[in-house]
């Protein structure tokens, strides 16, 4: 049994100690918002927090997961990032933004006020099939200012 910490609860899972994190989130523990994308870590669907830090959860063993705080999209409520997201209506197919709302996240958790070159690094690798960049980029610098105003959970 693996004792995993998922959006501040606790699960105890019986895997393998070497599959990937991202399948014992979908599969195991039904929390279908991270995506499987690529399988590479290329892409950014299956992006999640451990402990704060945007990670690829499909490069991510579960056994290497063990007494970290892990944060799936559905453990992200009310946060200004999703607010943003709607705001500027980033949203088109869906499948990337989970882990580009996650990605942005830990950015903001780094740098609460990112320049637009911060931006571009952090969400490097979360590929976006419909070409939301621009309507990405607004969201993230309208959820810092909100974040600064004081409505980040």
Do not use: F
């Not at 999703?82 to 950015?107: D, N």
């Amino acid at each position: 049994m693996i004792a995993l910490v998922v959006n501040g609860k606790k699960h105890q899972v019986d895997v393998a100690p070497d599959t990937p994190l991202l399948w014992v989130i979908r599969e195991e523990l039904q929390l279908t918002g991270t995506k499987y994308g690529c399988g590479e870590g290329l892409c950014g669907s299956c992006t999640v927090l451990i402990n704060g830090k945007a990670e690829r959860s499909c490069q991510i063993l579960v056994k290497d997961a063990q007494g970290k705080k892990i944060r799936t999209i559905e453990g992200v409520t009310r946060h200004p990032v999703k607010k943003a997201w709607l705001a500027e209506e980033v949203s088109q197919c869906g499948w990337c933004q989970p882990g580009q709302i996650l990605s942005a996240v830990s950015l903001l958790r780094e740098k609460p006020k990112p320049t637009d070159a911060d931006i571009d690094s952090a969400m490097e690798g979360n590929i976006c099939r419909c070409g939301t960049y621009q309507r990405i980029r607004s969201a993230i610098h309208e959820a810092a200012a909100m974040t600064r105003k004081g409505g980040a959970r």
